[in-house]
């Protein structure tokens, strides 16, 4: 069964822009070929001003393929990723993530 994680991602609203061109442009690309999946990248339009909310949706195969991808690590050294870091520390205040199971609805799961 598929485990989706929403990323709730709190950046500074003057830098939203530029962490969301390199999440989309650099990050997914990353991720992806690790197997991840991201079905939704989501900017809160109402709410605060400051900081912009960014809420991901990525599906992976379960929890065991969130712990090989989190503890092979080898994203990390990759260029891209590389690249995307000094936006991420300059942008990011806070991040949460939840693991949830898909439990109705219209989204399609890649992995069952």
Known sequence: MSIFMKATIKVDAYKCQEFVDVLLSDLVPVMEEQGWKLHGCFVERFGPIKPAVVVDIWEME???????????????????????????????????????????????????
Do not use: N
């Open 62 to 112: 379960d929890m065991a393929h969130v712990e090989r991808v989190m503890r092979g690590d080898s994203y990390r050294s990759d260029p891209r990723y590389q690249r995307a870091v000094p936006v991420m520390k300059a942008a990011v205040i806070e991040e949460s993530l939840t693991f949830m199971e898909k439990r109705g609805g219209a989204l399609a799961c890649i992995y069952e």
